[in-house]
């Protein structure tokens, strides 16, 4: 028996290492979220409500991303940041391969093409005669999307934003290729597990695996309360 | 002709199995101008296609001697009333009524005096609180009506 109850789960919760993989996947989690919705909001629009030409292209692109394992993307990315652009990028200040950066970017490419899915999913839902009433009462193109498409999808973007949130706090191939696993510098939480396990930690391991299923659980809980649409202004049946 | 507003040539459009086919007219100038078909004749997507609302396979819709899809949405000047209302649902009945006015940037105080002033008129004054949700059949039609009046 390894787990032994509430208060080996909680010291070694409050370990150095643990509080630093907490923080370090917290943080990732949160930039690289916030990056993926920067990019996926927009290109979702182009996708969904404009006759892009490039369109089927990207869409297999987007599927074949979704499809690939994350240890083949991580290696990818690995082979494409350590050539000479990499060495470029480090010493231009910004290293990738072996440093937190490389977290970040590990997690984002992982999580664009599911953002994208969401989002795109998120604009269908909306009927687009509703836009095309706000242009024709004088809406700009932008003001259809800020006080129409915007607001009318919210709920299913945001919790679309939280389920890629907790996707990115539980990513491991891409990050593992990318960045390694080195204790208190680019470790996460799922790397601790990893670490814990390799060094017959299994108390350990199975504390940070209990924290990330807490986590997931309760993202997924806001997630799913949100996709309810309780919201004062829908259709009473 | 100089007060043709909206011109129709040789419209088709597919969809589906459905076929609008060779549809031509014109409408000018202070003209009222009805379509009459049975369901499924293609009314609606006459209407759509000349508010510019899709794209047609063949043929040119002209509003004012331009083609009507080359006007932005926000600069055509028309207004369409859809069989199914379409009011905004997150917004409550008076920001419905208000949402042109905003958006041609009139002042809020301005905005609200309008909006009670034309409710009071239809007599929808006592739902501009209330969200499209939860009006009425009548309430609906009234607010959408005010919708495109407003604009």
């Known amino acids: ?237 | 002709m100089s007060d043709t507003i909206l011109s129709i040539r040789n419209l088709i459009i597919r969809r589906g199995d459905f076929i609008l086919n060779d549809v031509s007219l014109d409408i000018h100038e202070r003209e009222l101008f009805a379509v009459i078909g049975k369901t499924g004749a293609g009314k609606t997507m006459l209407l759509e296609a000349s508010a510019g609302f899709c794209k047609p396979d063949h043929g040119q819709v002209l509003y004012r001697g331009t083609p009507v899809r080359d006007i932005p949405l926000h600069k055509r000047n028309i207004g369409y009333l859809y069989q199914d209302y379409n009011l905004f649902p997150h917004m409550t009945a008076a920001g419905n009524i208000g949402y042109s006015l905003k958006m041609r940037h009139v002042p809020n105080s301005e905005i609200q005096s309008m909006v009670q002033e034309i409710a009071r008129l239809f007599e929808v004054d006592g739902v501009l609180d209330q969200y499209p949700g939860t009006l009425s059949g009548g309430g609906n039609s009234s607010g959408w009506h005010l919708h495109v009046r407003c604009s």
């Open chain 1, 1 to 237: 028996m390894t787990f032994q109850g509430t208060r080996s789960f909680l010291s070694n919760v409050m370990r150095t290492e643990t509080l630093f993989a907490i923080g370090l996947s917290v943080r990732t989690a949160c930039v690289s979220t916030l990056l993926c919705f920067l990019l996926a909001v927009p290109t979702s629009f182009i996708l969904e409500r404009t006759s892009f030409p490039l369109r089927p292209v990207v869409e297999t692109a987007l599927e074949l991303t979704m499809s690939l394992p994350n240890i083949v993307l991580g290696l990818s990315m690995l082979i494409i940041f350590a050539s000479p652009f990499g060495k470029a990028l480090k010493h231009a200040g910004f290293p990738v391969v072996f440093s937190q950066n490389g977290i970040v970017l590990a997690q984002l490419i992982v999580n664009l093409p599911f953002a994208i899915k969401l989002s795109t999913a998120a604009f269908r839902d909306v009927d687009v005669k509703l836009e095309h009433v706000a242009g024709l009462l004088g809406a700009s193109p932008f003001r259809q999307f800020s006080t129409i498409l915007l607001p009318l999808s919210r709920h299913t973007l945001i919790s679309a934003l939280i389920l890629v949130w907790s996707r990115a706090l539980c990513e491991f191939g891409a990050t593992l290729m990318l960045v390694g696993v080195t204790r208190m510098k680019t470790e996460t939480l799922p790397a601790g597990i990893y670490l814990d396990v390799s060094t017959n930690d299994l108390s350990g391991a199975l504390s940070s695996a209990f924290m990330l299923l807490l986590i997931s659980a309760l993202s997924l809980g806001i997630a799913n309360r949100l996709t309810k649409k309780n919201v004062r202004w829908s259709r009473h049946v």
